[in-house]
C-alpha cells in the first residue's frame, strides 16, 4: 500500500507539471480554437533560459521568474508573426504555421546550443523527508508549491480583473467583445503571453525534476500535455488541471509497476479512448454550431 502511495505521489509531481504546459494549451484554444503546437518548445525555450540564470549564479526563484518573463515575450512575438496573419485563413494552414514555429525553435536551439544534454546546477538543497513510509523529496514541494501558486494567480488573472473578463469575452464572441470596444488583438496578444509564462516554468521544474536540458526535451511533455488538455476538456482550465494530474498519476502508477516501456503508449491510449468515449473531455461541455 505504501508503494502504491509512492507512485500517486510522484504521478502528482509529474502531473503537476503537465498541468501546467496543458494550461496553456486549453487558454490558446478557448480563445482562437487553435492548438499551439509550438507550445512544447516555448517550454524548451524556458528550460534553457533557467539554466542560463542558473549558471549566472542567480538563485531558483529569479531563474523561474526571467524564464517566465522571456517566455511570454515569446509567445507574443509567436503570435504576431506565425498566427496572426492567418487567423482568418484555413485551419490547416494555422496548424501547418504551429508545426513550422515549432520546428523553427527546435533546430534553431539547436544550431545554437548544439544537441547535447545539459544538466541544471544544484538549486535547492536535494533532501529527502520520510512520511509514514512515503518519501517527499524537496523537488516535489517545488513542484506542487509552483503550481499552485501559478494557478491561483491565473485564476485570478482570468475571474478578478478587466484582462481576464476581457479574455473570456473574445472566448465567448469575438465579434461582439469588439462591438463593446474590447481590443481582440492584444486580448489574443495577453493570452499567448500568460500561457507561455506558465510553459516556461514547467520547463524549468522539468530541468530540476530530470536534471537534463535539450532541444527536443518539449516534445514528448508537449504531446502529454495536449493529452491531459483534452482529457479534461480542451478549453476548460480546471479540466486541463485535471487532466495533467490524471495523466501524471497513471502514468507513475504503469511505471511503478513494471510497465515504464509502455508509460508513453498508455497517454495516447487515453487520447483515443476519450475521444472515442467522450469528446468533450472530462469537465467540458458540448457547444451545439447553428446552421
Do not use: W
Request: proline residues 3%; positive net charge.
Amino acid at each position: 500500500m505504501q508503494e502504491f502511495f509512492q507512485q500517486l505521489l510522484n504521478g502528482l509531481s509529474l502531473g503537476s507539471i503537465y498541468a501546467l504546459i496543458a494550461v496553456g494549451y486549453t487558454m490558446v484554444y478557448g480563445i482562437i480554437q487553435l492548438i499551439n503546437f509550438a507550445h512544447g518548445d516555448v517550454l524548451m525555450v524556458g528550460a534553457y533560459v533557467g539554466l542560463g540564470m542558473a549558471l549566472a549564479g542567480f538563485g531558483l526563484v529569479p531563474s523561474i521568474l526571467v524564464a517566465m518573463l522571456v517566455c511570454a515575450v515569446l509567445g507574443v512575438v509567436l503570435e504576431r508573426v506565425a498566427y496572426r496573419p492567418l487567423r482568418n485563413a484555413s485551419r490547416l494552414a494555422a496548424l501547418t504555421s504551429a508545426i513550422g514555429a515549432s520546428l523553427f525553435l527546435e533546430y534553431g536551439m539547436m544550431a545554437v546550443f548544439s544537441p547535447r544534454t545539459r544538466s541544471y546546477p544544484v538549486l535547492l538543497p536535494d533532501k529527502i523527508y520520510n512520511f509514514y513510509g512515503i518519501r517527499i523529496a524537496t523537488k516535489d514541494f517545488l513542484i506542487l508549491g509552483t503550481t499552485l501558486v501559478l494557478v491561483v494567480f491565473l485564476q485570478y488573472i482570468v475571474y478578478r480583473t478587466k484582462t481576464g473578463k476581457a479574455m473570456r469575452a473574445v472566448s465567448f464572441d469575438k465579434d461582439a467583445a469588439r462591438l463593446m470596444g474590447i481590443n481582440v488583438d492584444s486580448t489574443i496578444a495577453v493570452t499567448f503571453a500568460l500561457g507561455s509564462a506558465l510553459a516556461a516554468a514547467a520547463g524549468v521544474l522539468i530541468g530540476i525534476y530530470f536534471n537534463a536540458v535539450y532541444p527536443l526535451m518539449g516534445l514528448m511533455p508537449g504531446l502529454k500535455a495536449f493529452v491531459a488538455a483534452v482529457l479534461g476538456g480542451i478549453g476548460n482550465i480546471p479540466g486541463a488541471m485535471v487532466g495533467g494530474i490524471l495523466l501524471g498519476m497513471t502514468e507513475a502508477l504503469v511505471s511503478g509497476y513494471g510497465g515504464s516501456m509502455f508509460r508513453d503508449a498508455v497517454a495516447f491510449a487515453i487520447l483515443i479512448l476519450i475521444l472515442l468515449v467522450k469528446p468533450t473531455g472530462l469537465l467540458g461541455t458540448r457547444v451545439e454550431e447553428k446552421v
